[in-house]
């Protein structure tokens, strides 16, 4: 985790270290008070940017296309055929179908992060500032082994 300073996080934001305290006292920034000193998760910093971002009255985005990026699932893939829904699959791992769906070229990113946390998917989406409402779907778990025959290893 990225933590800031009051400096830090005013050049970051480009905004002044009075205007800084301001928002804090006001509740009206992510922060965390550690130690008298008062911090400022990076990745927070980021989606609370993207929180107030408006756009131009009239500009739509783009549909994105009916296709799901992401990691290989034959469950899914076989889901999307029997269900007629119409999506296509384009397996090419979790980090690329992440990046498509970033950038608009997918509907939605089958992921599969591994790391020690309770929940690796939901804090990697955490901290992604622009996947900041994003729906997860927990859609299956499963555990991978390998199968030997009787006797190997020996």
Same mark, same amino acid.
């Given at each position: 985790?990225?933590?800031?300073?009051?400096?830090?996080?005013?050049?970051?934001?480009?905004?002044?270290?009075?205007?800084?305290?301001?928002?804090?006292?006001?509740?009206?920034? #992510?922060?965390?008070?550690?130690? +008298?000193?008062?911090?400022?998760?990076?990745?927070?910093?980021? *989606?609370?940017?993207? $929180? &107030? /971002?408006?756009?131009?009255?009239?500009?739509?985005?783009?549909? #994105?296309?009916?296709?799901?990026? +992401?990691?290989?699932?034959?469950?899914?893939?076989?889901?999307? *055929?029997?269900?007629? $829904? &119409? /999506?296509?699959?384009?397996?090419?791992?979790?980090?690329?179908?992440?990046?498509?769906?970033?950038? +608009?070229?997918?509907?939605?990113?089958?992921?599969?992060?591994?790391?020690?946390?309770?929940?690796?998917?939901?804090?990697?989406?955490?901290?992604?500032?622009?996947?900041?409402?994003?729906?997860?779907? +927990?859609?299956?778990?499963?555990?991978?082994?390998?199968?030997?025959?009787?006797?190997?290893?020996?």
């Amino acid at each position: 985790m990225d933590l800031l300073t009051i400096p830090e996080a005013s050049d970051y934001l480009r905004l002044g270290e009075r205007k800084l305290y301001e928002l804090v006292a006001k509740n009206r920034i #992510p922060c965390s008070k550690v130690t +008298g000193k008062w911090l400022f998760p990076r990745n927070e910093l980021d *989606r609370w940017v993207l $929180s &107030g /971002l408006s756009h131009p009255e009239g500009l739509i985005p783009p549909e #994105p296309p009916p296709i799901i990026g +992401g990691s290989q699932d034959d469950l899914l893939e076989w889901s999307l *055929r029997q269900a007629g $829904s &119409g /999506l296509a699959s384009l397996t090419e791992g979790t980090g690329a179908g992440v990046a498509r769906l970033l950038r +608009g070229e997918v509907a939605a990113a089958a992921i599969h992060y591994h790391n020690d946390a309770a929940d690796p998917n939901v804090e990697a989406a955490r901290a992604m500032p622009r996947l900041h409402d994003a729906v997860l779907i +927990g859609f299956t778990r499963r555990e991978q082994g390998l199968l030997l025959p009787p006797g190997n290893p020996r």
